[in-house]
């Protein structure tokens, strides 16, 4: 059983930067990776980073490719999203979801296949 904590959503004026972060914890850290999610109000919850805890590689969805930076700390069993750049468009709930068996990366964004989630903190980009 994982738990996820996520943290680290505000209000930031577009073109600004926040750090969201996701601490893992629980009697058995069993997760191979982890994936950060948002939801606008009225759309579809949707995909934005995967990072895989072994190798620590990544993978973006092209809304936010070369904005946003996942990393991790695995002494804390934390992920971290930084988010630059940030557009009104990126306002939404972030969510992170951590699966137990890896996944291929083409699937890492769908999220289906995720058996944790946190709950969501709110990213607010408006000026």
């Known amino acids: 059983e994982v738990q996820l904590q996520a943290s680290g959503g505000g209000l930031v004026q577009p073109g600004g930067s926040l750090r969201l972060s996701c601490e893992a914890s629980g009697s058995s850290l069993d997760y191979s990776l982890i994936t950060w999610f948002r939801q606008a109000p009225g759309k579809e919850r949707e995909g934005v980073s995967c990072?895989?805890?072994?190798?620590?590689?990544?993978y973006y969805s092209d809304s936010v490719r070369g904005r946003f930076t996942a990393s991790r700390d695995n002494v804390k069993n934390t992920v971290y999203l930084q988010m630059n750049s940030l557009k009104p468009e990126d306002t939404g709930f972030y969510f992170c979801?951590?699966?137990?068996?890896?996944?291929?990366?083409?699937?890492?964004?769908?999220?289906?296949?995720?058996?944790?989630w946190g709950q969501g903190t709110l990213v607010t980009v408006s000026s």
């Open positions: 990072l895989y805890r072994s190798g620590g590689s990544t």
């Open positions: 979801a951590a699966r137990a068996v890896r996944v291929v990366v083409s699937s890492c964004l769908n999220s289906i296949v995720y058996d944790y």
